[in-house]
């Protein structure tokens, strides 16, 4: 995963961006309910990317605390999310 990068566009040019930690859990939550393709599909499977679909945000899961965001894959794989 060292090679991938994600970049921001400053005009013409395009700016690698640093990890950084995100501290507005609601904030990102709502980014991944409306971005789902945020979750890095591609990452798994780059030939053939899953894609996502929310089920629920912070909904309790059996022996886990809470899941943040909870996604079905395009595989029927379900996905637990911590934001």
Known sequence: MADDVIFGREGDNLIPLAAA??????VLQQL????????GGAQMN??????????KREAP???????????????????????
């Open 46 to 55: 780059r030939s053939d990317p899953r894609r996502f679909a929310l089920v």
């Open 21 to 26: 930690p995100y501290d507005a859990e609601e």
């Open 61 to 83: 899961v059996f022996s886990v605390n809470n899941g943040d965001i909870i996604d079905i894959s395009s595989l029927g794989q379900v996905t637990l999310s911590p934001a």
């Open 32 to 39: 991944v309910e409306d971005h789902p393709q945020l979750l």
